[in-house]
């Protein structure tokens, strides 16, 4: 229940500072022009507010289509490349793990299995070596 009284407490406070800055339509980017108004009390926020069309401007400088730069192209090439040798690395790990785990557990199966042939000729030893079974004689 804890959660629902966050979520409560969070829209009102969002809900508060909405209401403080209702009067308030545009960006927090400065487009870097000094203004006169900047001594009064409103200049200051003209001054860090801009027009929302300056500000759709803004972000919209560069579209989805634009061609990018040689220098984005090498960064996202070098995170793939890191990314790839992220990858490499952890399945590497992966397999030297399982194939560790796999040769255990041969060792492992290859020790039972010796201990139990070992107990089975102690048990059906007959004094001979090699033992002869075909050759002992049942009344």
Known sequence: MWWT???LLTCLTVLIVLTLFREVNSASVSDGKVDKNAASPLGGLRRIFMQESDASSFFKRR???AVKTQDEINAEQRQRLAADE???EYHEEQ???FESYAEEEHDEQDERTRE???QWREFHYDGLDPSYEYNRHTI
Request: glycine share 0%; aromatic share 0%; proline share 0%.
């Open 5 to 7: 009284r966050l979520a």
């Open 63 to 65: 579209s989805r289509r």
């Open 86 to 88: 992220r990858k490499r």
């Open 95 to 97: 397999r030297n793990e």
């Open 116 to 118: 139990k042939t070992e």
